[in-house]
């Protein structure tokens, strides 16, 4: 596992040209694909500016060679749901003088639907609700694999399919915002399913 794996913030790296050349599995969980998918495809294809300007700006700097961070708020679409966000594009030093790789971060904007704290809670399987009990116990994959009888890749399909429903970038997102839609019980340790 790479440090950028890691990271819990949405990240990629890609060329000069936009097009991806690693992405971590927090970036990649936003379009429902496994990292490696993403590689070989253009950020413009996933990711469209709100203001061309912006993005216009970005390619200028690059052009000259300027080696600031440049942020371009972006908009998406996965599944018929739209979303948006800040991309923040930074060119990353090249020893070899060549084109600089780019490092995007994405920092998702919260769904108008989850700010409202009067938002209804989705409802969720008795499985789903025993995954996210044993996530915010601090369970690691394999532990809540174990536990429920199900492979890794198992725990990861309904955690990711979780965070994509309560809007949530990662699993420290996914348990708080289980706590605020009241989830989980505030008053319960170890965590379980608020009834």
């Keep these: 596992m790479s440090l950028l794996d890691r990271i819990p913030t949405p990240t990629a790296i890609s060329t000069t ?3 991806i050349t690693v992405a971590n ?3 990649a969980a936003l379009w429902g694909l496994a990292p490696g998918r993403l590689a070989g495809r253009r950020l413009l294809d996933l990711l469209t500016p709100t203001d061309e300007g912006q993005l216009s700006r970005v390619e200028t700097a690059l052009t000259k060679g300027s080696r600031s961070r440049y942020p371009v708020h972006v908009r998406w679409t996965v599944g018929g749901e739209p979303h948006t966000g800040q991309l923040t594009v930074e060119p990353v030093s090249d020893p070899g003088g060549a084109s600089p790789p780019l490092l995007t971060t994405l920092l998702v ?6 700010r409202d704290p009067g938002a209804e809670a989705p409802r969720l399987t008795a499985q789903e609700s025993h995954i996210l009990a044993l996530v915010a116990a601090g369970r690691t994959t394999a532990m809540v694999a ?3 009888g199900l492979g890794d890749d198992g725990v990861n399909y309904h955690l990711t399919r979780l965070c994509r429903r309560l809007h949530a970038p990662n699993r420290t997102a996914l348990v708080a915002r289980a706590y605020v839609l009241r989830l989980l019980s505030p008053t319960a340790w170890p965590p379980e399913p608020h009834l």
């Design 17 to 19: 040209e936009g097009e």
């Design 25 to 27: 599995p927090a970036f």
């Design 109 to 114: 904007d919260e769904p108008p639907a989850m």
């Design 146 to 148: 174990r536990t429920l």
